[in-house]
Every structure is written in structure tokens, then in C-alpha cells.
């Protein structure tokens, strides 16, 4: 099939309002030179396959490479996000690369959806800070839903026993009631968080409550040591941050807890 | 944002650093992409982070790079990567490396422009592919022993003595 790549260019080009450059690769296969870039001024990647009137744009799976030299781009919730940027400009996702496929009549609306979900995705770099921040709750709570409340059915939020904390002033973010001891369960984010955990688990301590700690840090190196070693001096086990691999080893620790 | 000078940024980079056990690097697969990340706390006590990333459609699509986290704020400064050959602009300065290995590094200037730190590179001829990259990148960086993919490099092979 003959494809007008000059024809081409001129309707990528007006598409996104900027000079675009078609590169042949292969027999159907080309690069496609654009001015969009990640902030550290890598230019995005783009080919593009033309066969039988029909278009398919790819990334090849670059873009989340370049986003993951930041971010932990397999967390549960950031994917979730990632699912909605991709689902606005109607673009598919397999196992990390971006990809849409159009007819050649409707070539330039799918691709600037394609830069435009491109350049959002690249985006979540940006967001790294922030994001992690408001998501570190949610994947802590995903993480309670699907890996301990399997084998732990009584797991409460936001707990407290009358007994001790009338109020509830000084409630526990996750605690687990198999019988037994309670474990109570805090991820910390902040110092103002690990102070929480700290003055909850002394006034159950001082009322003669028999409970277990366990505390999850986003990053234990941005907590004050102060209320960090006061946790630590209470016995409360922890695991220092939350990825892939401490997750694991955060589940063990409180499945282990009823084992006993 | 971290504030350094250029100064600063020349010495982390050159600060030595060990890379723990013999060098070798085990790649492993994240959804299109292979990946490894190694902390290294070098004698100082400073704390630096390496990461490797290679396409798996395109094995010249790869990147090198270390990051410098200030322990007292938590914040990271991507300060050196090795990337693979294709286009790179130095938005400040207008010029264009055009598919040609280069060298990303941390600036003084491009902070001040509110830019990517690493935004500006130059092009390079000391390596061709990931694995000529690696070497390189471990001697600008000074980290020992060299790092490695398949077969040791000769200067590992030395240290351990096991040719």
C-alpha cells in the first residue's frame, strides 16, 4: 500500500499545531519527530504503523519506562490513575505501552488524543510529591482490603475501646480483633501521624490494654527520629516504607501475629 | 528544591561510592521495560540511588542515571544519566543533540530557570549501548566495583582477582 507520508505529516502536524517529522523505519512502520518532551527535555516517542487504511500509534512502552525514574509506576492507585488519564483520550494500555488504532480518515483526532495521553501520562512525574502523599492512604487501605482482610475478617477502622478511649480521641486507624491480643495497625505518612500512633498506643499502655504495633512509613527517613524511636521503644514493628517488596514483608508481619 | 551549585553537584557526583558485592546487576522485567535500582550509601554517609532502565522493543532506548536524596529533606536530585542515542534539545541554549548517545547533568543554570535540573546534556562517544554505559557511568561517578550485566569488566576481574 502506497502511503502519501508528505499527506501525512501536514494532517499529524495539524492535529497538534506543531511540526511533526515521519520517519521511515520499515516497510509500514515510522518515528514520529514531535516537539513534545518530558520536562528533562527527552522528546516523547512515537511510531506509528500504517497498514490497509488504518493507523496504529505506539509508545512502545517508553513512556511509563521514563516516568518510572521517578515513581513506583506498578502502585496499585497509581494505576488506577493512570487507567483514567488513558480512558479520557480513548487510548489503549497493555503491559505498559500506549497505544490507538483509527482509520486513516479520522488519523488526526487519534492522534492527538495519543500526545495528549502521552504527555499526561508523562505528567504523573510531576505529581510525585503530591500524589504520593494523598495515595499512600489509599494503597494502605487497598493493601488492608485485599491482602489481610482475607485472613483477618475483623478488621475495624478508625477504632476504639470505651473502656479506655470513651471519646475515641485517640482511635486506631486499622485494627485487627482475631482474638487474642488486638493488633493495632498504623500507617504513618507524617511526624505529626507517628506522634498520633505514639500517644494512642501509650494511652491503651497505661490503661493496662493488651494490644501489638504495627506501623507502616511511606518513608521513615522524612519522620523526626523523636517519635520514630518512641515507636520503636513501645515495640511496634514496622516496616521503613511501603513498596512492592516491604508490602510483602508487611503482610507477613501482621498475618504472623495470629498465627501464633 | 534542593539548592546546589555546580560546584556541589561536581562533587557528589565524583564522591567515591561502593556498589555492594561484585558489581553484578540483575536486570528484571517491568511491564515493556527492564529495570534495576541500587542504593548506595557512600562512606560519607551520603545517600545516592542508581537506576537502569532499557526498552525492550528498542535495547539502544536505555538510561543510566544517579540520584542524590538529602537525608534531611527527603528531596532527590536526579544528578547524572547515560541515555541511549536519540534527539535531545538544550531548551536553554538552542541547540540540538540529534540521535546521538548524551549525557544528562544536574545544573546550576537550569535550577535557576526553574527547569529540570537535568535538562541539560552533552553528547557522548565514551559508550555506544547499555553496557558500555554502565562502565562509563561508574567511572564518572566513581563507583567500585564497575557494575555489570553479563561478563565482568576487566577492572572487576582484577579487583576480585579471578581471572
Request: charged share 30%.
Amino acid at each position: 500500500m502506497n502511503v502519501d507520508v508528505q499527506k501525512l505529516q501536514a494532517q499529524l502536524a495539524d492535529a497538534v499545531s506543531a511540526r511533526v517529522r515521519i520517519e521511515p523505519l520499515g516497510r509500514n512502520t515510522y518515528r514520529l519527530i514531535t516537539p513534545f518532551e518530558f520536562d528533562d527535555g527527552d522528546s516523547l516517542v512515537a511510531y506509528m504503523e500504517v497498514t490497509d487504511g488504518h493507523a496504529r500509534f505506539t509508545d512502545h512502552g517508553h513512556t511509563l519506562m521514563h516516568v518510572s525514574y521517578d515513581v513506583d509506576i506498578t502502585r496499585e492507585a497509581r494505576t488506577k490513575i493512570l487507567d483514567r488519564v488513558l480512558a479520557t483520550h480513548q487510548l489503549k494500555f497493555d503491559d505498559g505501552e500506549i497505544s490507538t488504532e483509527c482509520d486513516l480518515k479520522s488519523i488526526a483526532t487519534a492522534f492527538w488524543d495519543f500526545i495528549q495521553g502521552l504527555l499526561r501520562t508523562a505528567d504523573i512525574a510531576q505529581w510525585k510529591v503530591e500524589r504520593a502523599a494523598s495515595l499512600f492512604f489509599e494503597e494502605f487501605a487497598l493493601f488492608m482490603e485485599q491482602r489481610i482482610k482475607p485472613h483477618v475478617p475483623t478488621v475495624a477502622m478508625d477504632w476504639h475501646d470505651n473502656r479506655v478511649d470513651e471519646s475515641g480521641l485517640y482511635a486506631i486507624p486499622w485494627a485487627c480483633l482475631n482474638g487474642g491480643d488486638p493488633l493495632f495497625v498504623f500507617p504513618i505518612l507524617t511526624t505529626a501521624h507517628c506522634d498520633q500512633a505514639v500517644i494512642s498506643c501509650l494511652k491503651y499502655e497505661t490503661a493496662d490494654y493488651k494490644f501489638k504495633s504495627f506501623a507502616a512509613f511511606e518513608d521513615i527517613d522524612k519522620i523526626n527520629s523523636r517519635p520514630r524511636n518512641q515507636l520503636l521503644d513501645i515495640g511496634t514493628k514496622t516496616v521503613t516504607s511501603f513498596d512492592a517488596q516491604r508490602r510483602e514483608r508487611a503482610e507477613r508481619l501482621i498475618l504472623d501475629h495470629f498465627a501464633r | 528544591m534542593l539548592e546546589l551549585t555546580d560546584a556541589d553537584i561536581k562533587a557528589l557526583i565524583a564522591e567515591p561510592k561502593t556498589w555492594p558485592g561484585r558489581g553484578r546487576i540483575e536486570l528484571r522485567r517491568e511491564m515493556r521495560h527492564k529495570r534495576a535500582d541500587k542504593e548506595l550509601e557512600a562512606p560519607s554517609g551520603r545517600l545516592f540511588r542508581v537506576f537502569i532502565r532499557q526498552l525492550a522493543e528498542d535495547p539502544l532506548d536505555f538510561t543510566v542515571g544517579l540520584v542524590f536524596r538529602d537525608k534531611a529533606t527527603g528531596e532527590s536530585i536526579r544528578l547524572i544519566r547515560c541515555n541511549g542515542p536519540h534527539r535531545h534539545p538544550n531548551r536553554l541554549e538552542g541547540e540540538m543533540i540529534d540521535k546521538a548517545c548524551h549525557v544528562h547533568m544536574a545544573t546550576e543554570k537550569y535550577m535557576q530557570a526553574n527547569r529540570k535540573e537535568n535538562g541539560w546534556a552533552y553528547e557522548s562517544a565514551d559508550y555506544r549501548d547499555l553496557d558500555t554505559a554502565i562502565s562509563h557511568f561508574a567511572k564518572v561517578t566513581n563507583i567500585t566495583p564497575i557494575p555489570y550485566i553479563g561478563k565482568p569488566p576487566a577492572e572487576t576481574l582484577e579487583l576480585f582477582d579471578e581471572r
